[in-house]
């Protein structure tokens, strides 16, 4: 199970995602993820609530970011990462050791 909200409030923008980030909900999380970044220039995304996250989760989490990135946009974590999250980036090595467009926001970058 899925759940996404935007709240919105002045101007800022706050995401939520609870539940399981894998394949299952793979065209779901990509429709969230550019429909939040849609005209706006901050977007911040709290994860606490995930329970399961799975290579196309973190593949998707990853697009958005360099998606963000590239349109002169940000996307930034807050919140406490779930432990499904941080098992999820040591499994598939996501553990930042080479650079990309984004090294200097980089989610996984641990420098």
């Known amino acids: 199970m899925l ?3 935007i709240d919105q409030s002045g101007g800022s923008v706050s995401l939520a995602i609870e539940g ?4 299952d909900h793979a065209e779901e999380l990509k429709r969230f993820f550019l429909g939040a970044l849609e005209g706006r220039r901050s ?3 709290n994860m606490a ?7 196309f989760g973190l ?9 963000a ?4 946009k940000e996307l930034t974590l807050i ?4 432990e499904a999250l941080r098992d999820a980036i040591v499994m598939a090595g996501y553990g930042c050791t080479a650079p990309c467009s984004a090294e200097k926001t980089c989610h ?3 420098k």
């Not at 399981?20 to 394949?23: F, K, N, P, V, W």
């Not at 990135?69 to 002169?72: F, L, T, V």
């Open 79 to 82: 919140g406490q990462q779930p």
């Open 69 to 72: 990135g590239k349109a002169d």
């Open 59 to 67: 593949q998707l989490l990853c697009s958005a970011h360099r998606y």
């Open 20 to 23: 399981e980030m894998i394949i």
């Open 108 to 110: 996984w970058n641990k």
């Open 49 to 55: 609530g995930v329970s399961k996250v799975d290579i």
């Open 3 to 5: 759940k996404t909200r």
């Open 43 to 45: 977007v911040e995304l």
